[in-house]
C-alpha cells in the first residue's frame, strides 16, 4: 500500500502567543510535538504496512523547524518524509493549506491512502482533512477509530467511525482519506534501533515552485478567512468555597445546590 | 465591504435523529433569524433525506421562512458525497450569503468538503455569530488553542460565508405554530457511480445518560488516586441521574472509556451542573465543560485551576468527599419525592 500521512508539528504547549498585526501564532522559539491525533495516523498507517507492505510517506506543511517532527515520524517507521516550506505559505488558513497539502498529494500520487489525524491542537479546526479529499477527489471517512480491513484487490477499505449515539462501519473505494481519532490505536514509541535507522532516511522540501502554486493562491492572500482580533475567554469572576470539616461543607454544598434548583 | 450583491439570505443545513429535528438544528435555526434579520434577508432551512417533508412544517416554526428540500433514498443516512452533492446544487442555484451547520460529527464532516467544493472560506465551531453593522459581514467567534484563546473571523471576500456551530451555546428558539413558509423541492443530481462510501454498520453506545445530552455530568480525574474509586463517581452520577465524564488523564490510564472523556480532544458538555472530581482543571479538559451553568469542584489543591471557573466547590479529599456528597443528595432528594403535594 501507498499510504500518504499528514502530520502537524504544533506547539507541545497551549500558552503561545499571537502575532498582533498578523493575528497568526508566533511558533518560533517554543517546545514542539507531532500533534497528537496524527501519531495515531502515523501509527495506523504503520500497521496497515505490516499487513499489506509498501511505503508510508510523511507530509508535513510548516516552517524549516518542522523538520523535528518529521524526522519523529521517520524514527516511529515512516519510510520517507516531505516538507513543505515556503515563506509564502506562512497565514495559510485551512483552504489554503489544504491546497498546498493536495498539491503535495497529486505529486505523489499515485497512492492509496491519505491519513490525517481528526484535528490539530492550535487550530482545533478539523477541516483541512475534509478540505484535500475535495482537491483530490477521494472519498472521505472522518472519525476513524480503526480500519477493519482492506482489499487491494477490491479496492475496498472498511472501518470503524466513533460517532455521537454510537460505533459506524463504513466501507470506501480506494484511494480515500481518512481522519483518525483516539481510542483503538496507540502510538509506539521509537526504540533506539529505530530512532538511528531513521538518520538515513530522506526528507525532501518542497516549496511553490515544486507545488505549481502561485503566491496568491496560498499565506494570507490565498486565505478565504482572516483571524481580525484575538482575545481571551472571561473567567469566572469568584468562586463559592466552602470551608471547613467535610461533615459541614458537604451539607452546606448540597444546600447551595438544590437551592439554586438546577438539580431537581 | 460585503461581497457580490447576489448572495442573500441566511441558511442552515438540518439535521434529523430518529425522525425528529435535531435540537443542536433548531438552535442555529434559531441564530440564522437573528442573522437574516440584521441582512434584512430570509433565513433557509435546507432539509436533505428521505422522507423527510412533513418535516418542514416544524422547521418554520422555529423560524424557517424558506426550506430547500431534497428527498431521495440516497440520502436515508448521511454520507459524505450525496450531501455534498446536494448542497451544493441548492447553494449554486440559490446563492445563499450565510451557511449555517452545528458543529456535530455529521457538520463537521459536511461542512468542509462542501466549503472547499465552494472554494470559500469556513469558520469551526463557533461560539458567536453577529452581523458588523459597517461592513454587513459576518463575524465569526471561536475558541482555539484549546480555548485558551477566542478569535474573530471574518470571510470578506468569498460566498458563502460558511460556520459550524458549537451545540448547547445559543438557545433554542420557541416554537410558533401559526408560522408558516415556503418550501422549495429540488432533485438531487448525482450518479450512484458517484457515491463511493456504504454505511454497512450501527453499534449504539450503551449508556444510560448520553453525557452530551445530560443536565447532571459528575466528571472523575487523576484526583481520585486509583481506577476503583471511579465507582464513587458513578454513584453521585446514579443518585443524580446524570451521566458519568472523565478527564483524558484517567481515560488514557484506562480507568473509563473514551466516550465518556470531556475536553478538548474528547466531547464537550454544556449541562446545567457539571461536577469536576479529582480534576486540575487544565486548559484541554476546560475546553470541553467550562461553559456549563454551574460547575463544582472537588480537588484537593486550591491552587487548582479549575476553581478558576468554578462557581462553588470544596478543598478536599475527593474519596472522602464524594461518598459524603452521595448520602446527603440521595437523604434529601428522597425527601423532596416523598412530601406531599
Known amino acids: 500500500m501507498e499510504i500518504i500521512v499528514a502530520i502537524k508539528q504544533v506547539p507541545d504547549t497551549l500558552e503561545a502567543e499571537i502575532d498582533p ?21 502515523l501509527e495506523l498507517a504503520l500497521q496497515l504496512r505490516e499487513r499489506h507492505g509498501g511505503q508510508v510517506t510523511v507530509l508535513s506543511m510548516g516552517p524549516k523547524s518542522a523538520v523535528r517532527a518529521l524526522q519523529t515520524a521517520l524514527a516511529m517507521g515512516a519510510d520517507r518524509g516531505i516538507l513543505l516550506n515556503d515563506r509564502r505559505l506562512a497565514g495559510s488558513d485551512t483552504w489554503a493549506t489544504a491546497l498546498a497539502l493536495a498539491a503535495a498529494a497529486r505529486k505523489l500520487a499515485p497512492f492509496d491512502l491519505l491519513v490525517f489525524g481528526k484535528q490539530a491542537s492550535d487550530g482545533d479546526t478539523a477541516q483541512v482533512g475534509p478540505e484535500v479529499a475535495q482537491l483530490c477527489d477521494v472519498p472521505q471517512v472522518t472519525y476513524v477509530v480503526n480500519v477493519r480491513s482492506v482489499d487491494l484487490a ?14 459506524q462501519r463504513v466501507r470506501a473505494s480506494l484511494p480515500a ?29 518542497w516549496g511553490l515552485d515544486e507545488l505549481g502554486l502561485d503566491r496568491d493562491a496560498v499565506g494570507l492572500p490565498g486565505s478565504p478567512t482572516r483571524v481580525r482580533h484575538i482575545f481571551s475567554p472571561t473567567r469566572n469572576a469568584n468562586v463559592e468555597l466552602f470551608e471547613g470539616a467535610v461533615t459541614e461543607t458537604v451539607p452546606k454544598l448540597v444546600d447551595r445546590l438544590l437551592g439554586g434548583g438546577a438539580i431537581l | 465591504m460585503s461581497g457580490p450583491p447576489e448572495y442573500r439570505d441566511v441558511w442552515v443545513f438540518i439535521e434529523t435523529e430518529a425522525g425528529a429535528i435535531a435540537d443542536a438544528s433548531l438552535e442555529v435555526l434559531g441564530k440564522a433569524r437573528d442573522l437574516a434579520a440584521g441582512r434584512g434577508s ?27 428540500l431534497m428527498d431521495d433514498p440516497r440520502l436515508a443516512e448521511y454520507r459524505t ?83 459550524t456551530v458549537r451545540p448547547k451555546v445559543m438557545p433554542k428558539p420557541l416554537a410558533d405554530p401559526s408560522r408558516t413558509g415556503e418550501i422549495i423541492e429540488e432533485q438531487l443530481r448525482i450518479d ?37 474509586n471511579f465507582k464513587l ?5 446514579e443518585v443524580l441521574k446524570g451521566a458519568v465524564g472523565a478527564s483524558r488523564a484517567v481515560v488514557d490510564a484506562g480507568w473509563i472509556g473514551v466516550h465518556h472523556q470531556v475536553g478538548q480532544t474528547g466531547r464537550t458538555v454544556r449541562p446545567k451542573v ?66 406531599p403535594g
Open chain 2, 42 to 68: 430570509r433565513t433557509g432551512a435546507v432539509l436533505l433525506g428521505e422522507q423527510v417533508r412533513a418535516l418542514s412544517a416544524t422547521l418554520c416554526h422555529h423560524g424557517a421562512d424558506v426550506v430547500y
Open chain 2, 274 to 339: 457539571y461536577f469536576a472530581c479529582g480534576i486540575s482543571g487544565a486548559i484541554q479538559h476546560l475546553a470541553g465543560m467550562r461553559t456549563s451553568d454551574v460547575i463544582v469542584a472537588i480537588n484537593r489543591d486550591p491552587e487548582a485551576p479549575i476553581f478558576d471557573v468554578a462557581t462553588c466547590g470544596i478543598v478536599g479529599d475527593v474519596c472522602e468527599i464524594l461518598p459524603l456528597m452521595t448520602a446527603e443528595f440521595r437523604t434529601r432528594l428522597e425527601r423532596q419525592l416523598s412530601r
Open chain 2, 81 to 163: 458525497e450525496p450531501f455534498v452533492a446536494g448542497a451544493h446544487q441548492l447553494v449554486e442555484k440559490y446563492r445563499p450569503e450565510i451557511v449555517l451547520f452545528s458543529a456535530t460529527t455529521t457538520g463537521r464532516d459536511l461542512a468542509p468538503a462542501l466549503a472547499a467544493k465552494l472554494h470559500t472560506g469556513l469558520t469551526a465551531d463557533c461560539t458567536g455569530l453577529s452581523i458588523e453593522p459597517e461592513t454587513g459581514l459576518l463575524v465569526q467567534t471561536r475558541p482555539a488553542f484549546g480555548g485558551n484563546i477566542m478569535a474573530e473571523i471574518v470571510c470578506a471576500t468569498r460566498r458563502p460565508q460558511m460556520s
Open chain 1, 21 to 41: 498585526e498578523t493575528h497568526t501564532l508566533i511558533r518560533a522559539g517554543l517546545p514542539t510535538a507531532i500533534n497528537s491525533f496524527d501519531e495515531i495516523g
Open chain 1, 154 to 167: 477490491e479496492r475496498r477499505i472498511e472501518v470503524d467511525r466513533i460517532l455521537e449515539r454510537g460505533r
Open chain 2, 192 to 228: 450512484d457511480a458517484a457515491i463511493r462510501t456504504q454505511v454497512v454498520g450501527f453499534e449504539p453506545e450503551v449508556e444510560t445518560v448520553n453525557i452530551a445530552d445530560a443536565d447532571i455530568v459528575v466528571s472523575g480525574g487523576r484526583g481520585l488516586g486509583a481506577p476503583e
Open chain 1, 177 to 205: 482519506l481518512l481522519t483518525v481519532t483516539k481510542g483503538e490505536v496507540f502510538p509506539h514509541f521509537p526504540t533506539l534501533a529505530e530512532v538511528l535507522e531513521a538518520r538515513k532516511k530522506d526528507i525532501a522540501v
Open chain 2, 233 to 237: 463517581v458513578h454513584e453521585l452520577a
